[in-house]
Protein backbone atom coordinates (compact mmCIF):
# COMPACT_ATOMS: atom_id res chain seq x y z
CA UNK A 1 0.00 0.00 0.00
CA UNK A 2 1.18 3.47 -1.02
CA UNK A 3 -0.55 5.21 1.78
CA UNK A 4 -1.44 8.84 0.99
CA UNK A 5 0.47 10.02 -2.54
CA UNK A 6 0.30 13.74 -3.27
CA UNK A 7 2.16 15.53 -6.44
CA UNK A 8 4.21 17.45 -7.48
CA UNK A 9 6.36 17.29 -4.50
CA UNK A 10 7.70 21.11 -5.37
CA UNK A 11 6.31 23.77 -7.45
CA UNK A 12 7.19 27.66 -8.02
CA UNK A 13 4.86 29.39 -9.66
CA UNK A 14 4.18 33.57 -10.65
CA UNK A 15 1.42 35.08 -8.96
CA UNK A 16 -1.77 34.89 -11.05
CA UNK A 17 -1.25 31.31 -12.55
CA UNK A 18 -2.99 28.28 -11.51
CA UNK A 19 -2.14 24.68 -10.32
CA UNK A 20 -3.81 21.88 -9.65
CA UNK A 21 -2.68 19.95 -6.27
CA UNK A 22 -2.95 16.10 -6.79
CA UNK A 23 -4.07 13.96 -3.77
CA UNK A 24 -4.96 9.81 -4.26
CA UNK A 25 -5.53 7.36 -0.90
CA UNK A 26 -5.52 3.64 -0.98
CA UNK A 27 -6.82 2.60 2.23
CA UNK A 28 -10.96 2.65 1.32
CA UNK A 29 -11.02 6.00 3.46
CA UNK A 30 -13.96 7.85 3.40
CA UNK A 31 -12.47 11.40 4.78
CA UNK A 32 -10.20 13.60 2.82
CA UNK A 33 -8.64 17.17 3.94
CA UNK A 34 -6.30 19.80 2.34
CA UNK A 35 -3.76 21.47 4.77
CA UNK A 36 -1.28 24.25 4.50
CA UNK A 37 1.67 24.73 7.13
CA UNK A 38 3.53 27.87 7.45
CA UNK A 39 6.25 28.53 10.01
CA UNK A 40 4.72 29.01 14.03
CA UNK A 41 1.11 28.71 12.56
CA UNK A 42 0.51 24.69 12.71
CA UNK A 43 -1.57 23.08 10.28
CA UNK A 44 -4.62 25.10 9.21
CA UNK A 45 -7.53 23.23 7.14
CA UNK A 46 -8.45 25.01 4.28
CA UNK A 47 -11.29 22.01 2.59
CA UNK A 48 -12.46 18.83 3.60
CA UNK A 49 -14.27 15.92 1.93
CA UNK A 50 -16.63 13.71 3.93
CA UNK A 51 -17.40 11.45 1.55
CA UNK A 52 -17.63 10.81 -2.40
CA UNK A 53 -18.91 13.98 -3.83
CA UNK A 54 -19.15 15.93 -0.84
CA UNK A 55 -16.70 18.75 0.60
CA UNK A 56 -16.42 21.30 3.09
CA UNK A 57 -14.58 24.69 3.90
CA UNK A 58 -12.11 24.62 6.24
CA UNK A 59 -10.41 27.23 8.16
CA UNK A 60 -8.75 29.14 5.26
CA UNK A 61 -10.64 28.29 2.27
CA UNK A 62 -10.36 31.30 0.82
CA UNK A 63 -8.67 31.08 -2.51
CA UNK A 64 -8.80 27.37 -3.35
CA UNK A 65 -11.08 25.04 -4.56
CA UNK A 66 -11.16 21.49 -4.27
CA UNK A 67 -12.87 18.49 -6.31
CA UNK A 68 -13.29 14.86 -4.63
CA UNK A 69 -13.22 12.87 -7.93
CA UNK A 70 -13.81 9.53 -6.33
CA UNK A 71 -13.55 7.91 -3.10
CA UNK A 72 -9.45 7.63 -3.68
CA UNK A 73 -8.91 11.33 -5.28
CA UNK A 74 -9.12 14.44 -3.62
CA UNK A 75 -7.53 18.02 -6.05
CA UNK A 76 -6.99 20.98 -4.67
CA UNK A 77 -7.00 24.09 -7.12
CA UNK A 78 -5.43 27.36 -6.79
CA UNK A 79 -7.67 29.51 -9.83
CA UNK A 80 -5.07 32.75 -9.22
CA UNK A 81 -1.57 31.96 -7.40
CA UNK A 82 -0.78 34.80 -4.75
CA UNK A 83 2.50 34.91 -2.52
CA UNK A 84 0.15 34.61 0.60
CA UNK A 85 0.10 30.80 -0.76
CA UNK A 86 3.26 30.15 -0.86
CA UNK A 87 2.90 27.40 1.73
CA UNK A 88 3.22 23.41 2.33
CA UNK A 89 0.59 21.83 1.72
CA UNK A 90 -0.84 18.64 3.16
CA UNK A 91 -3.33 16.03 2.07
CA UNK A 92 -4.83 13.40 4.58
CA UNK A 93 -7.41 10.25 4.77
CA UNK A 94 -8.70 9.23 8.01
CA UNK A 95 -11.22 6.52 8.67
CA UNK A 96 -14.80 7.66 10.30
CA UNK A 97 -14.94 5.41 12.91
CA UNK A 98 -12.00 4.56 15.96
CA UNK A 99 -9.18 6.06 16.13
CA UNK A 100 -9.91 7.93 13.19
CA UNK A 101 -5.94 9.16 12.76
CA UNK A 102 -4.89 10.93 10.05
CA UNK A 103 -2.85 9.75 7.31
CA UNK A 104 -0.32 12.54 6.00
CA UNK A 105 0.95 12.46 1.99
CA UNK A 106 4.78 13.80 1.67
CA UNK A 107 3.83 17.00 1.20
CA UNK A 108 4.07 19.98 -1.73
CA UNK A 109 5.81 22.70 -1.44
CA UNK A 110 4.69 25.48 -3.18
CA UNK A 111 6.55 28.58 -3.87
CA UNK A 112 4.49 31.80 -5.64
CA UNK A 113 6.45 35.03 -6.45
CA UNK B 1 -13.42 28.33 15.43
CA UNK B 2 -11.65 26.18 17.43
CA UNK B 3 -8.46 27.31 19.11
CA UNK B 4 -5.92 25.01 20.67
CA UNK B 5 -2.92 26.48 22.08
CA UNK B 6 0.75 24.94 22.59
CA UNK B 7 3.27 25.47 24.36
CA UNK B 8 6.26 26.34 24.29
CA UNK B 9 6.85 26.63 20.84
CA UNK B 10 10.71 25.74 21.18
CA UNK B 11 12.52 23.15 23.62
CA UNK B 12 16.30 22.90 23.36
CA UNK B 13 17.33 20.17 25.56
CA UNK B 14 20.43 17.44 26.34
CA UNK B 15 20.14 14.07 25.15
CA UNK B 16 19.06 12.30 28.51
CA UNK B 17 17.28 15.07 29.68
CA UNK B 18 12.94 15.23 30.00
CA UNK B 19 10.77 17.19 27.75
CA UNK B 20 7.47 18.03 28.21
CA UNK B 21 4.69 20.07 25.62
CA UNK B 22 1.54 21.27 26.81
CA UNK B 23 -1.87 21.85 24.95
CA UNK B 24 -4.48 23.90 25.93
CA UNK B 25 -7.76 24.81 24.90
CA UNK B 26 -10.82 27.60 25.91
CA UNK B 27 -13.31 25.02 25.18
CA UNK B 28 -13.69 21.29 26.32
CA UNK B 29 -12.38 19.00 23.36
CA UNK B 30 -14.02 15.87 22.03
CA UNK B 31 -10.95 13.74 21.71
CA UNK B 32 -6.87 14.81 21.45
CA UNK B 33 -4.56 13.29 19.05
CA UNK B 34 -0.88 13.84 18.99
CA UNK B 35 1.33 13.63 16.19
CA UNK B 36 5.20 13.77 15.40
CA UNK B 37 6.55 15.37 12.54
CA UNK B 38 10.60 15.03 11.12
CA UNK B 39 12.40 18.03 10.03
CA UNK B 40 11.45 18.02 6.12
CA UNK B 41 8.65 15.10 7.00
CA UNK B 42 4.76 14.88 7.13
CA UNK B 43 2.82 14.96 10.39
CA UNK B 44 2.52 10.84 11.80
CA UNK B 45 -0.01 10.08 14.15
CA UNK B 46 0.97 9.14 17.83
CA UNK B 47 -1.89 8.82 19.79
CA UNK B 48 -5.40 9.32 20.62
CA UNK B 49 -7.04 9.96 24.33
CA UNK B 50 -10.30 9.90 24.71
CA UNK B 51 -11.21 10.03 28.08
CA UNK B 52 -11.45 12.33 30.76
CA UNK B 53 -7.85 11.99 32.97
CA UNK B 54 -6.58 9.21 30.52
CA UNK B 55 -3.36 8.48 30.53
CA UNK B 56 -1.24 6.48 28.12
CA UNK B 57 2.22 5.39 27.34
CA UNK B 58 4.48 4.18 24.78
CA UNK B 59 7.93 3.67 25.94
CA UNK B 60 9.09 6.43 26.86
CA UNK B 61 6.78 8.56 25.59
CA UNK B 62 3.73 9.53 28.45
CA UNK B 63 0.31 11.23 26.83
CA UNK B 64 -2.48 12.63 29.39
CA UNK B 65 -5.57 13.88 29.32
CA UNK B 66 -6.86 16.50 31.45
CA UNK B 67 -9.71 16.22 33.86
CA UNK B 68 -11.87 18.82 32.42
CA UNK B 69 -10.98 17.38 28.90
CA UNK B 70 -9.91 20.91 28.05
CA UNK B 71 -5.72 20.68 28.10
CA UNK B 72 -3.40 17.70 27.24
CA UNK B 73 0.78 16.86 27.75
CA UNK B 74 2.78 14.77 25.78
CA UNK B 75 6.16 14.23 28.46
CA UNK B 76 9.16 12.52 27.14
CA UNK B 77 11.78 10.54 29.63
CA UNK B 78 15.44 10.70 28.47
CA UNK B 79 15.40 12.31 24.97
CA UNK B 80 17.26 10.94 22.78
CA UNK B 81 18.12 12.39 19.10
CA UNK B 82 15.37 10.52 17.43
CA UNK B 83 12.62 12.14 19.23
CA UNK B 84 14.02 15.70 17.42
CA UNK B 85 10.90 16.95 15.43
CA UNK B 86 7.77 18.79 16.21
CA UNK B 87 5.35 17.59 18.32
CA UNK B 88 1.17 18.81 17.82
CA UNK B 89 -1.85 18.02 19.68
CA UNK B 90 -4.91 18.19 17.13
CA UNK B 91 -8.76 18.19 18.29
CA UNK B 92 -11.16 16.53 16.38
CA UNK B 93 -15.08 18.28 16.67
CA UNK B 94 -17.42 17.08 14.11
CA UNK B 95 -15.26 16.51 10.76
CA UNK B 96 -12.65 19.26 11.37
CA UNK B 97 -9.34 18.85 12.84
CA UNK B 98 -7.85 21.88 14.92
CA UNK B 99 -3.97 21.22 15.37
CA UNK B 100 -2.16 23.44 18.08
CA UNK B 101 1.01 25.36 16.71
CA UNK B 102 2.77 22.67 17.85
CA UNK B 103 6.47 22.20 19.40
CA UNK B 104 9.66 22.36 18.21
CA UNK B 105 12.15 19.48 20.48
CA UNK B 106 16.08 20.04 19.84
CA UNK B 107 17.94 17.38 21.48
CA UNK B 108 21.48 17.94 22.10
CA UNK B 109 23.94 15.10 21.52
Known amino acids: NAGVTQTPKFQVLKTGQSMTLQCAQD?????MYWYRQDPGMGLRLIYY???????DKGEVPNGYNVSRLNKREFSLRLESAAPSQTSVYFC????????????FGPGTRLTVL | GQQVMQIPQYQHVQEGEDFTTYCNSS?????IQWYKQRPGGHPVFLIQ?????EVKKQKRLTFQFGEAKKNSSLHITATQTTDVGTYFC?????????FGTGTSLTVIP
Open chain 1, 92 to 103: ASSRDRGPNEQF
Open chain 1, 27 to 31: MNHNS
Open chain 2, 90 to 98: ADKTGNQFY
Open chain 2, 27 to 31: TTLSN
Open chain 2, 49 to 53: LVKSG
Open chain 1, 49 to 55: SASEGTT
